[in-house]
């Protein structure tokens, strides 16, 4: 079992900055990759950002240019750098670990119990 727990959230006015962490632990083999999605009030749950063991990430287009996920592999933690927030930015952010626990099975999908982004003068 792999858990997963995000931090970081907060209050922010527009045009400030925020950092999220994503930390997984448990009984961890092969995480494949980590990725950031997020849920606005009254909207779906979208993703924000992904990153794939080896370093490719992909964004959405909403925060190209502003938000920049990385990992530290050696404390399986996934961090979501976030500049110039909008009030458009403002959801509960979730991070997902997709996670293989031995060769020859399945990934599966972890998931955090989010953390709240306000963006807000």
């Known amino acids: 079992q792999v858990q997963v727990v995000e931090s970081g959230g907060g209050l922010v006015q527009p045009g400030g900055s925020l950092r999220l962490s994503c930390a997984a632990s448990?009984?961890?083999?092969?995480?494949?990759?980590m990725g950031w999605y997020r849920r606005p009030p009254g909207n779906k749950r979208e993703l924000v950002a992904s990153?794939?063991?080896?370093?490719?990430?992909n964004y959405a287009d909403s925060v190209k240019g502003r938000f920049t996920i990385s990992t530290d592999n050696t404390k399986n933690t996934a961090y979501l750098e976030m500049n110039n927030l909008k009030p458009e930015d403002t959801a509960v952010y979730y991070c997902?670990?997709?996670?293989?626990?031995?060769?020859?099975?399945?990934?599966?999908?972890?998931w955090g119990q989010g953390t709240q982004v306000t963006v807000s003068s």
């Open positions: 997902s670990v997709k996670h293989r626990r031995g060769w020859g099975y399945l990934p599966v999908d972890y």
């Open positions: 990153i794939i063991n080896g370093g490719s990430t």
């Open positions: 448990g009984s961890i083999f092969s995480i494949l990759s």
